[in-house]
């Protein structure tokens, strides 16, 4: 059974950078791809980008473009996304969360990391 | 980018009523759409996937069907673990987006 485990909530300066790791278990690494997808406060979800680990490949959200970079580290199963120039508006949840097959479910998904951005 | 309007945003209901939740895609996406189910403090959960296909361990009380680009999620009778946010998404085109989510109440 695969399972996604999300580093811990984080407190950031606006301006600066954060890094979320999504660390697998349970199922075959180079068969994943991994999407990043946020939550602001009582808000709904909004998907950030992807990225294949066996390829290192990643495509971006057009929102997201040049302030987010996806990443992987197929010796550790970890995916990590790392998201600059934070802002106050960038105080959100986020969660990873494994595709699969044609349809790209998204199952299982991490816990989730608070991401906290406050002068 | 695929717009996909959610309605309603809230909905009350009891234990044990029948209740429709719907999603309109801005564009065909080809069965591409996902319902999801979140409860506070936890990360969603698939329910249905590909329209109308079950994820495992998910009760049959969920059900999933299409029209063209309208889409439908129906909990047949509600249990009190139902009540939660409902999520749509279509995963045919990326940006994968959601809808803007449903709040089912008591």
């Known amino acids: 059974q695969v399972q996604l485990v999300q580093s811990g909530a984080e407190v950031k300066k606006p301006g600066s950078s954060v890094k979320v790791s999504c660390k697998a278990s349970?199922?075959?690494?180079?068969?994943?791809?991994i999407s990043w997808v946020r939550q602001a406060p009582g808000q709904g979800l909004e998907w950030m980008g992807r990225?294949?680990?066996?390829?290192?490949?990643?495509n971006y959200a057009q929102k997201f473009q040049g302030r987010v970079t996806m990443t992987a580290d197929r010796s550790t199963t970890t995916a990590y996304m790392e998201l600059s120039s934070l802002r106050s508006d960038d105080t959100a949840i986020y969660y990873c969360?494994?595709?699969?097959?044609?349809?790209?479910?998204?199952?299982?998904w991490g816990q989730g990391t608070l991401v906290t951005v406050s002068s | 980018d695929i717009q996909m309007t959610q309605s309603p945003s809230s909905l009350s209901a009891s234990v044990g009523d029948r209740v429709t939740i719907t999603c309109r895609a801005s564009q065909s996406i080809d069965n591409h759409l996902n319902w999801f189910q979140q409860t506070p403090g936890k990360a969603p959960k698939l329910l249905i996937f590909a329209e109308s296909v079950l994820q495992s361990g998910v009760p049959s009380r969920f059900r999933g069907s299409a029209s063209g680009t309208d889409f439908s999620l129906t909990i047949s009778s509600l249990q009190p673990e139902d009540f939660a946010t409902y999520f749509c998404q279509q995963s045919f085109i990326t940006p994968y987006t959601f809808g803007q989510g449903t709040k089912l109440e008591i």
């Open positions: 349970g199922g075959s690494f180079d068969t994943f791809t």
């Open positions: 990225i294949i680990p066996v390829f290192g490949t990643a």
């Open positions: 969360a494994r595709m699969i097959d044609q349809w790209n479910r998204f199952d299982p």
